[in-house]
């Protein structure tokens, strides 16, 4: 079985700060992707990234960065210099060999940046 | 860009009524799938289709029906609510299942049985 454990609910900081989101998976598979979205308030999901498990190294776009670590079935978020506007719900998902019919979420963490 | 267009975006339903959830995607995409999200709860797949005229069960199909008569539109089907079906409900479509294939998501549809 496949599960998602996002153990923060909910994290507020204040603006520029640095902030990290935890992402703790469970598989069974050998391959299989890694993924987070972003809710903001407006309701629709996101895409923001997707890892495949043969890819350990970390990630940067912009603000944003991803370390993935096999070794402790983790896929953590890290936003530098948070804003405002990334205030929102972000999602860790999970897919494993059959694709996105098998995309499992975890229950997100709500994200307030505080000006 | 349109993407992925649900609607309504509210809907109040008495217990007992039926209605349907309408999803449209203009990406040609072939595969199209229905989540409900709970309050603290992530998403969780309730019908999935592989192509017009395939549909498939997710994890938690009871209560609903779905049909895929085009690529482009998949409806979901509430025959009798109950309030266990409250809930938020998104319409996602993607390219194909190949693995790691991103899901585009709509904007959800807030539905509330009473």
């Known amino acids: 079985a496949q599960k998602v454990t996002q153990a923060q609910t909910e994290i507020s900081v204040v603006e520029k700060e640095d902030v990290t989101l935890d992402c703790v998976y469970e598989t069974r598979d050998t391959t299989y992707y890694l993924f987070w979205y972003k809710q903001p308030p407006s309701g629709e999901l996101v895409f923001l990234i997707r890892r495949n498990s043969f890819d350990e190294q970390n990630e940067i776009s912009g603000r944003y960065s991803w370390n993935f670590q096999k070794s402790t079935s983790s896929f953590n978020f890290t936003i530098t210099a948070s804003q405002v506007v990334d205030s929102a719900v972000y999602f860790c998902?999970?897919?494993?060999?059959?694709?996105?019919?098998?995309?499992?979420f975890g229950t997100g963490t709500r994200l307030t940046i505080i000006p | 860009n349109a993407g992925v267009t649900q609607t309504p975006k509210f809907r109040i339903l008495k217990i007992g009524q039926s209605m349907t959830l309408q999803c449209t995607q203009d990406m040609n995409h072939n595969y199209m799938y229905w989540y409900r999200q709970d309050p603290g709860m992530g998403l969780k797949l309730i019908y999935y289709s592989v192509g017009a005229g395939i549909t498939d069960k997710g994890e938690v199909p009871n209560g609903y029906n779905v049909s895929r008569s085009t690529t482009e539109d998949f409806p979901l089907r509430l025959e009798l609510a109950a309030p266990s079906q409250t809930s938020v409900y998104f319409c996602?479509?993607?390219?194909?299942?190949?693995?790691?294939?991103?899901?585009?998501f709509g904007q959800g549809t807030r539905l509330t049985v009473v």
């Open positions: 998902a999970l897919s494993a060999n059959f694709g996105n019919e098998k995309l499992t």
């Open positions: 996602a479509s993607s390219y194909s299942t190949g693995l790691g294939t991103e899901a585009f």
